[in-house]
């Protein structure tokens, strides 16, 4: 157990002490268990104390009888520190060094987090490589959450992956961890036989002369795990409070699972298909018990698309009935069609954010998102008349069949907007911020083959959309190419990038998701000396070559897929779940095919 008291000098000296002291309110006593995990949040305390999903799976551990505790990235004042005094990365609650835990279970939210896992590895002084680990009194190493969907390119480090919803998988891997008296060929084999589980040791991946892979042996399929029934799965009652405020610092409920529209750039679309939905009375019960065990004075209500929520209103009622008066609803993914003036009645009316994705109607359907001009509109109007100001909008460059005109029509959406806002007077001026993105090719989607636009192709473009928007009262900025491309490469990678991310952090990368922390020379370099090229993982790959998450089944169909990629370049819209089963391979399971929406 790691004295805090040994570390007063170094809290006093670091950025944020409270990042380091555990005791949160709100969190539970720990003693040490039959099978004690760590999890692992591959980024800042106030990033990761706002994640749910690794709460949700903390409580399926705690049922169990099992010990959770959390561990966060720290800022490098106190990691470094932490090194240069030989003292080990610990967890929060019971201050434990990392490596007397039995498992790790880190969670992938993005792919520029990886180098972070390779820190908190070495703070911890664990070797990176599983090869390195056999044999030895070391934890388990696992990864979940949605980068996982595609987890080569740190398979080399992991144990143990869970792919799909970890409530109740990734507990019954901790019940065969303790009948077998730990991490024996039997627990491998027997975990192996689960839904959402792989075991990255018991697959084989084959590369041709080319170097593209050409096959797969050993454990050659492994199905994502899926939670049926979303009102009897694991959900804590309280939420520890974090002791400085946290990226989203409110309580958090989770509406639904899934999303009915299917965008074709969009990889969590697919990935958490089918959707399910909580119902009001489980929504109502969970907000009132975390908002009486928190003294939060908001709720937010998430999912991709909570206005897709079938009882909204509904649920808005009940918890303005049952919840303190003073309490706040936060609405932070509601689509352009789905918006309701009543729903932002409690919101604090400050600025609203709405993702059109594409300028013009012709590239909205290549990509499926079935919203019209008019409807942008009217939810533009809607939202001012109750009281908004500022508009954020959202949008992507790089599309598939992309064209300077879809880029222009930007500009005509923001005027059009302009001119609703204008057609009343009104107290304050219209403020309108335009986002724009480099379009990222992700696994599990029907553009999951298609190329991402160069370096010179970027600037064309943001050179482009400056001259279109030098408009007053609106402001552009747009993401960094070097970030996408390497997110690109990350998230479409095989096992050959292990090395790669090695490298990169040797040469001092973490915190690569922070814009001002990105070593883009040490990337380069790392790519480099393993012989590596980025256009390896960003070009246009085959619609007949394996792709190196080939092996994983997340039930959407490779068929659909492809037909989908075909109606986008075609300029068709499929639509949503909503208006009919698309056939997407889900249609026994699905409770939208059934009628249940």
């Not at 959407?556 to 989908?564: D, G, Y």
């Not at 949503?576 to 939208?592: D, E, I, V, Y």
Request: charged share 25%; glycine share 8%; with cysteine.
């Amino acid at each position: 157990m790691i004295n805090l008291d040994d570390l007063k000098e170094l809290l006093l000296k670091s950025e944020k002490p409270a990042r380091y002291t555990g005791g949160e309110f709100g969190f539970d006593d720990l003693e040490k268990s039959k099978f004690n995990i760590c999890l692992c949040f591959p980024d800042l305390y106030e990033v990761g104390t706002s994640n749910l999903g690794i709460k949700i799976v903390a409580e399926s551990f705690k049922r169990r009888g099992y010990t959770a505790d959390f561990c966060y990235t720290p800022w490098k004042d106190f990691g470094d520190g932490l090194k240069e005094r030989g003292v080990p990365l610990y967890s929060l609650g019971m201050k434990t060094p990392l490596a007397e835990f039995d498992m790790l279970g880190f969670s992938l939210q993005y792919e520029l987090s990886y180098t972070n896992v390779l820190y908190m590895l070495d703070l911890a002084g664990i070797p990176f490589l599983r090869k390195d680990r056999v044999g030895k009194n070391y934890p388990l190493i696992a990864f979940g959450g949605p980068c996982t969907v595609n987890p080569e390119p740190l398979a080399d480090i992991a144990d143990v992956v869970f792919i799909g919803d970890g409530e109740s998988v990734d507990a019954d891997v901790a019940d065969i961890f303790v009948e077998c008296g730990g991490a024996t060929k039997e627990f491998f084999n027997r975990a192996n036989e689960l839904d959402g589980v792989y075991i990255p040791h018991l697959l084989t991946v084959k590369y041709s002369k080319d170097g593209h892979i050409c096959g797969f042996e050993g454990q050659t399929r492994v199905k994502k795990a899926t939670c049926e029934n979303l009102d009897c799965a694991p959900f804590p009652k309280k939420f520890a409070v974090p002791n400085c405020e946290s990226v989203h610092d409110r309580a958090v409920i989770e509406v639904m699972r899934g999303c009915y529209r299917g965008c074709r750039f969009c990889q969590a679309g697919f990935i958490y298909r089918p959707v399910r939905r909580k119902s009001v009375e489980t929504l109502t019960e969970q907000a009132c018990s975390l908002i009486k065990n928190s003294g939060y004075r908001e709720v937010s209500m998430n999912s991709l698309s909570t206005g897709d929520y079938k009882h909204l209103k509904e649920l808005i009622h009940s918890l303005k009935e049952n919840l303190p008066q003073e309490v706040t609803l936060a609405l932070p993914s509601l689509r352009v069609d789905s918006f309701d003036g009543e729903f932002a009645q409690d919101a604090r009316r400050i600025s609203l954010t709405f993702a059109p994705e594409a300028g013009s109607q012709r590239l909205r359907n290549v990509i499926n998102k079935d919203i019209t001009e008019n409807e942008i509109l009217k939810a533009a109007e809607s939202a001012f008349n109750v009281g908004y100001s500022a508009v954020k909008l959202y949008f992507m460059m790089g599309l598939p069949t992309e064209t300077e005109e879809d880029l222009k029509a930007i500009r005509r959406i923001v005027s059009l907007i302009k001119g609703v806002y204008n057609k009343q007077k009104r107290a304050k001026a219209l403020r309108i911020s335009v986002s724009v993105s480099t379009f990222i090719p992700k696994p599990f989607t029907p553009f999951q083959w298609e190329k991402q636009i160069t370096f010179e192709e970027s600037l064309a473009k943001q050179d482009l959309l400056r001259k279109e928007l030098f408009i007053k009262g609106v402001s552009l900025s747009w993401s960094d190419y070097f970030t996408a491309k390497l997110e690109a490469a990350l998230a479409r990678g095989d096992r050959r990038l292990c090395n790669v991310i090695i490298s990169a952090y040797n040469k001092g990368c973490r915190f690569d998701g922070w814009i001002k922390e990105l070593k883009k020379d040490a990337w380069q370099q790392a790519f480099d000396e393993n012989g590596i090229k980025f256009e390896d993982y960003t070009r246009e790959w085959g619609e007949n070559e394996i792709l190196p998450w080939d092996f994983i089944d997340i039930s959407v169909s490779k068929k659909f897929l492809l037909s989908e990629r075909k109606k986008a370049y075609a300029g068709q819209v499929t639509g949503s779940c909503q208006t009919g089963c698309k056939g997407c391979g889900l249609q026994n399971s699905c409770p939208a095919a059934k009628g249940d929406l």
